[in-house]
């Protein structure tokens, strides 16, 4: 899609100069270490700090804030050479990429320009600390905004790596409203270039909330086709359809021999998993979900929804044209063009042939992403005193009566713990435990979590799959990374002890396997109402969530002012918008 005339502008100003929840003021660090420049042979360097500093401990005190502007619009697209409708940012698919650095504030003004539609814009693994606000859940942690209105987000870089904003209403991120958010900082490998952001994800020619009413019946929905950074080919030929144009093209990369470059890859997909690869070249993982990891390398990775990873491709190939697959598992959900999902790296930027490189890559059966073994913390901390705080969580299903199949108030759900997660939009979370609600709707499926003590305490979060479909979900985690101290299958036995608590791999995405469970565990240092959820579109939308409000009597108090009235006037906004659209999903 060609980029809209709407500017998409950042300033650095004083960090006075606007309201931002100051949510790290206390761990500003002191010096640390001798200046050391970040550069192309020293990028475990960060001015004072280091790929070793402890990252949720300090933050560098930039005394910079980044101010950007966003338009969430619709109108027509072709990104494959298909005709249909998207939902953009700015008027691309991706939207565009935000990008700052470690221990910048970020100040990021979204309009909605949709008629007759709401949204809200969540930024996916970043914790927000003591800024639950501005996590851009609507339900929980805000009301959606309606057309017209302009909603403004800010919060603190505590993090950095490579991570995506995207619409958290209903289907939206499916149908192009999402880009990337890069939050630059050290890496635990070198490399002479930053290629930027490469979405991977499914593409249907069906609009998503038309292919809704077939989802909410139980059916998985198969993707005519996948995209690499919003765009890829679709074979028209012999198709009577006059929206099958095939004029669509093939992402392209151009390499320089003897060079190193990042990739920050992330799977922004419905449903699927990729295993992504380039034809004759090694990949170098440095870090994922924001989480610099003990560097290795391997001929592909798996990335489930949600997940990224940052690695280095060193140009050491015999010079040519190369395909960049990304690696669709069929085994996992089947694809119109699984095959077909590719792109081209060239040597030579001028070359216009089609490769004829071949894979050595053993394509991979396994839904659940790389395994947890793999990807070790390069900051090493450990889980400590867990002792008996867990939650176990089990995951159903609800089918709906055969003869109201297609009514809202009765479509397959998934559950948990028996209740599927249904949220009234006008009447968030986060409004009822401003109004001193301890007792929330049962649909609203709140887990509730307070320490018992001034230091931080630990919570272990144990899912178990009861369905029997043998699906994987990739979890997600809001507010927080977790530590992953189990993944497996069959039945959870309640045995604490074999937990892996040495550093075990963290992240805010893992996959709970199907029939199976995932054990994980976070510190209880972040008040706030938090979502758990899978992260396959469809089965958020059909109920597959829960809550946790964390420390609930200390959620007020870290609530800024300036975001506080924000929420209201939203609310006021969207309660008071006509007509009231309908919602007939979980919310999110």
């Given at each position: 899609m060609k980029p809209s005339f709407v500017s998409f502008l950042?300033?650095?100003?004083?960090?006075?100069?606007?309201?931002?929840?100051?949510?790290?003021?206390?761990?500003?660090?002191?010096?640390?270490?001798?200046?050391?420049?970040?550069?192309?042979?020293?990028?475990?360097?960060?001015?004072?700090?280091?790929?070793?500093?402890?990252?949720?401990?300090?933050?560098?005190?930039?005394?910079?804030?980044?101010?950007?502007?966003?338009?969430?619009?619709?109108?027509?697209?072709?990104?494959?050479g298909y005709d249909r409708t998207c939902m953009t940012f700015n008027g691309t698919v991706p939207g565009p990429t935000i990008i700052a650095d470690w221990g910048d504030n970020l100040v990021i003004h979204v309009t909605n320009k949709m008629a007759n539609n709401g949204t809200s814009i969540h930024w996916h693994g970043i914790r927000m600390l003591n800024n639950v606000l501005n996590d851009g859940v609507p339900g929980v942690t805000q009301c959606p905004f309606p057309e017209g209105e302009t909603m403004t987000y800010r919060f603190r870089a505590t993090q950095y790596g490579s991570t995506w904003y995207h619409s958290h209403f209903s289907l939206q991120y499916a149908e192009g409203l999402f880009g990337g958010l890069i939050l630059r900082g050290p890496a635990t490998g070198n490399y002479t270039e930053d290629k930027g952001v490469l979405f991977l994800q499914d593409w249907a020619h069906q609009e998503s909330f038309a292919g809704w009413l077939t989802a909410r019946q139980g059916a998985p929905l198969q993707a005519d086709n996948g995209l690499i950074n919003g765009t890829n080919t679709y074979d028209c030929s012999g198709s009577t359809d006059p929206k099958c144009a095939g004029q669509g093209k093939k992402f392209e990369m151009v390499f320089k021999q003897g060079e190193r470059y990042l990739?920050?890859?992330?799977?922004?997909?419905?449903?699927?998993?990729?295993?992504?690869?380039?034809?004759?070249?090694?990949?170098e993982v440095i870090a994922h979900d924001l989480v610099p990891v003990e560097r290795y390398t391997t001929d592909s990775i798996q990335i489930a929804i949600g997940q990224r990873y940052d690695v280095i491709v060193e140009a050491n190939a015999e010079p040519g044209n190369y395909w960049l697959r990304s690696?669709?598992?069929?085994?996992?959900?089947?694809?119109?063009?699984?095959?077909?999902?590719?792109?081209?790296?060239?040597?030579?930027?001028?070359?216009?042939?089609?490769?004829?490189?071949?894979?050595?890559?053993?394509?991979?059966?396994?839904c659940l992403g790389e395994p947890a073994a793999n990807t070790i913390p390069h900051l090493k901390l450990n889980v400590e005193n867990i002792g008996g705080g867990v939650v176990y969580e089990e995951l159903g299903f609800h089918l709906p009566n055969s003869t109201a199949r297609l009514e809202a108030t009765d479509y397959?759900?998934?559950?948990?713990?028996?209740?599927?997660?249904?949220?009234?939009?006008?009447?968030?979370?986060?409004?009822?435990?401003?109004?001193?609600?301890?007792?929330?709707p049962t649909d609203y499926n709140v887990v509730s979590v307070q320490p018992s003590g001034s230091d931080p305490e630990w919570t272990v979060l144990v899912i178990q799959d009861t369905s029997n479909f043998g699906i994987a979900h990739p979890i997600h985690l809001h507010g927080h990374d977790f530590w992953v101290l189990a993944q497996g299958t069959g039945t959870f036995d309640g045995d604490t002890s074999g937990f892996n608590v040495t550093n075990p791999s963290r992240r805010d995405v893992s996959t709970l396997p199907g029939n199976g469970y995932l054990a994980i565990a976070f510190k209880m240092d972040n008040p706030g109402a938090w979502l758990v959820h899978c992260h396959i579109a469809w089965h958020a939308s059909e109920g597959l969530s829960l809550e946790i409000v964390e420390s609930q009597s200390s959620i007020e108090a870290g609530v800024d002012p300036t975001s506080r009235q924000q929420f209201d006037d939203v609310c006021a906004a969207w309660t008071g918008s006509t007509p009231v659209w309908p919602q007939d999903d979980s919310g999110i």
């Open positions: 950042a300033t650095a100003v004083g960090s006075w100069a606007l309201s931002i929840p100051h949510e790290v003021a206390a761990l500003v660090a002191p010096r640390q270490s001798t200046n050391c420049e970040n550069g192309p042979n020293s990028r475990q360097c960060w001015g004072d700090y280091s790929i070793d500093t402890n990252y949720y401990d300090v933050v560098p005190e930039t005394n910079i804030t980044r101010e950007f502007w966003l338009n969430v619009e619709q109108g027509p697209c072709s990104p494959d990739l920050r890859l992330i799977n922004v997909a419905v449903d699927g998993v990729f295993q992504f690869s380039i034809d004759g070249h090694s990949l690696g669709w598992i069929e085994s996992c959900l089947a694809n119109s063009n699984a095959d077909g999902i590719t792109g081209i790296v060239r040597y030579d930027a001028s070359s216009t042939d089609e490769p004829t490189s071949e894979s050595t890559v053993t394509v991979s059966k396994s397959f759900k998934w559950t948990i713990n028996t209740s599927s997660l249904l949220l009234d939009w006008s009447d968030p979370t986060m409004a009822q435990i401003f109004n001193g609600d301890s007792i929330f």
